[in-house]
């Protein structure tokens, strides 16, 4: 019998739903933790980011930002003028601005859309902030791999996007922005400041509060979650009860990276095991991440099929390179 993804879809909200009645506590401090998260760390850190971008590309300021970057990042990352910025942005906001920065700069024609969906999955990740201030010196405990843990996600996204190129035919002319460039260039002769700030405000708070709402959505998915796996009262022997134990950790970080990578940090495993789980969920970067991504896509019809498997082939890079890191150095 066939079962179409909609009555998938369906039959999974409303097990959802029963769950949140069943585990009410559970569901109360998931959306409580959900909420303190996006409000005191999120919010401040992303809404201000997402609202000057939004001018910034609106103002075709972006020309002036690419060209200091231009002859670095063409010959590295093989992109156009244009293309540099969501690469920046990437670096200095991460999930999902530097999605939405993709998906702006292809609906505004400033990118192809090849090389936007090459963009995407290099520019959407962790940001270096997260990974040295949270990943590293929070989480983990340990300032001395700040660099070490940044150079593989980054490198690993390098890698995986370069594959992509290869795997999903995605071409494009790097000369391509000169003419894309005068197209934009009329703009500049008559623009309404005051309607631009206000539609870069409008769009920062509508981009925020969606953030916001599937942070807190998985964030009670994971406490429902962690509440009906727990190992507490189970009676197995020890090398079951440490798989299950980091078989949930693990399916705790793909579900919210944040609080998933909070409860490996202290988790009683190995800081082997959390090195290699930690660095491969913030590689891959979760579903909260992935459903933030696709909810800032709608217009620029990248996809997010070739988005998924391109981080999947990031996540399995970063563990690669983080296991013959741990055998070798740690």
Known sequence: MHVSKRSILNISFVLFLILMFIYP?????????GLLLWFNTVLPNLLPFIIVSNIIIKLNITDYICNVFRPVF?????VSRNGCYPIIIGLMSGYPLGAKTCGDMVTLKKISKAEGQ???ALCNNASITYIINYI???TLKEPSLQYVILGIIYMSSFVSSLLSLKIFHLQWDISAHNDMQQQSSHIKKAFNFREIIDNSIMNGFEVITKVGG???LFSVISYIMITITSTD???????????IKFTRLFIMGILEITTGTYLIGGANISFHAKFL???????LGGFSSLAQTYSVLHQSNLS???????????AVIASIISYCYILIFL
């Open 25 to 33: 506590i559970a569901t109360i401090k998931g959306a409580t933790s």
């Open 74 to 78: 063409e010959k590295i990352f093989k």
């Open 118 to 120: 090459y963009l995407l």
């Open 136 to 138: 590293a010196i929070t």
């Open 214 to 216: 599937y942070i807190i």
């Open 233 to 243: 009262n189970l009676n197995a022997p020890p090398f079951i009860l440490e798989i």
């Open 277 to 283: 789980l930690i660095v491969t969920i913030t590689a």
């Open 304 to 314: 997010i099929k070739i988005y998924i498997k391109t981080k999947i082939m990031n």
